[in-house]
């Protein structure tokens, strides 16, 4: 059961990052049929992510008063009827338009996936859980820019958003299927506006929690930049075709991947803050390494992206513990207090993606300053997580 439960939560976690990447490499093309600047057809990934961001405040609620399961079904098939429009979409307005509506529906399956995640396990496996669920989750980033590269010169752009339609038929009719309810109606919380609002308060004023979550999304921003700037990088800087973007993709992946699985191997013989700073040292490490080659060479492949794995192996050593810690400050609010942290974390990422990306991606020396500038970030956020607690 642990073992389907973690292929389904996995899968729920992928439809955002296959929203998110699969259609990278095709800008240009999107560009050259609606007569767009680049720049506007950026903002089909900018606008889906801010809403994907905006939208992860308010399921984790939503799945604490209503169940975990209705909700996530009911964006599933938001998120199948946005796919089809987006596959249909006449003009750049109405892809913008259905783009939004992608985003809205796309995340609630890995914003109630830590809740559910959070109802049946704690402690160490939780986290052994937490790491599986990613290592099978990275796959999706992996294969969507390969897959939508060929897509995209097999069948053109539109075929990208039908798969997506198809991944959407999926996991709905896998959740309809297998997935039980992991919140019975007891212990759900009543929807009364004026109690989520004093419930969401409380979280956005515990330092540690909003440090811990900030500690994250600005880690994960190195990861954000580099999707951000994919088709630029990949095009203009290491000057491959638009079927290469595995070159940018695999390693950032399969490090996420191994990261994930030493995690979940070692959960139960260190504590959470060992691990954690373990990753800070291994990311400063890649980091550094990242803008050393970039600083002497001109970027190109395999060196241009190795020190990527090693970032990505890094990260999900220390992303696990980290989560966890802190929604564990919220015990009985995991619903609301993943939907925070999934906000927080998905707004830096659009941050990043959409508005410093752009800034940045013109140069792979310039990235590379980005991904230690957020890392950065996130270690000053963790060193003042660890003062005393405000619960």
């Not at 799945?63 to 249909?88: E, H, K």
């Not at 109690?195 to 954000?224: E, M, P």
């Not at 990505?312 to 513990?321: D, K, Q, T, V, Y």
Request: proline residues 5%; positive net charge; aromatic residues 14%.
């Amino acid at each position: 059961m642990t073992k389907l439960l973690t292929w389904i939560l996995a899968g729920l976690a992928m439809v955002g990052p296959l929203a998110i990447d699969t259609y990278l490499p095709s800008f240009p093309a999107i560009v050259q049929d609606f007569n767009a600047s680049p720049l506007l057809v950026q903002q089909t990934l900018s606008f889906f992510l801010f809403t994907f961001a905006f939208m992860m405040l308010f399921y984790g609620t939503l799945s604490d008063s209503f169940g975990r399961r209705p909700v996530i079904l009911v964006s599933l098939v938001l998120y199948v009827i946005a796919s089809v429009g987006a596959a249909l979409a006449p003009s750049l307005g109405w892809l913008l338009a259905w783009r939004v509506l992608q985003g809205l529906s796309a995340g609630a399956g890995s914003v109630i996936g830590r809740a559910i995640v959070q109802d049946r396990y704690s402690g160490a496996a939780a986290q052994k859980i937490l790491s599986h669920i990613m290592m099978v989750f990275a796959l999706a980033p992996a294969i969507a820019p390969v897959l939508g590269g060929w897509l995209q010169v097999g069948l053109g752009w539109r075929w990208i958003f039908w798969f997506l339609t198809a991944f959407g038929v999926l996991m709905f009719v896998v959740v309809w299927r297998a997935l039980p309810e992991s919140l019975p109606k007891e212990q759900r919380q009543a929807f009364h506006l004026g109690d989520i609002a004093v419930n969401y308060w409380k979280v956005l004023c515990h330092r540690q929690f909003l440090l811990l979550s900030t500690a994250i999304g600005a880690a994960f921003g190195g990861f954000a930049l580099y999707i951000g700037s994919a088709a630029y990088f990949i095009i203009n800087i290491l000057h491959l075709p638009e079927t290469a973007f595995a070159w940018l993709f695999i390693p950032l992946i399969s490090g996420m991947v191994f990261g994930s699985a030493l995690s979940a191997k070692i959960a139960h013989r260190y504590s959470q803050r060992q691990m954690i700073w373990a990753g800070f040292i291994l990311m400063l490490v890649a980091a550094a390494a990242n803008i050393g080659y970039n600083y002497v060479f001109a970027a190109e492949v395999p060196w241009a992206v190795l020190p990527l794995f090693f970032y990505s192996f890094a990260l999900s050593i220390a992303m696990p513990p980290m989560t966890l810690m802190a929604l564990n400050h919220f015990p009985n609010n995991s619903g609301l207090a993943s939907s925070m942290q999934s906000f927080i974390q998905m707004l830096l990422f659009a941050l990043v993606s959409g508005l410093v990306a752009p800034l940045l991606f013109d140069s792979a020396l310039n990235l590379a300053y980005g991904v230690m500038a957020g890392l950065l970030v996130s270690l000053v956020c963790w060193v003042f997580a660890q003062g005393k607690s405000d619960a």
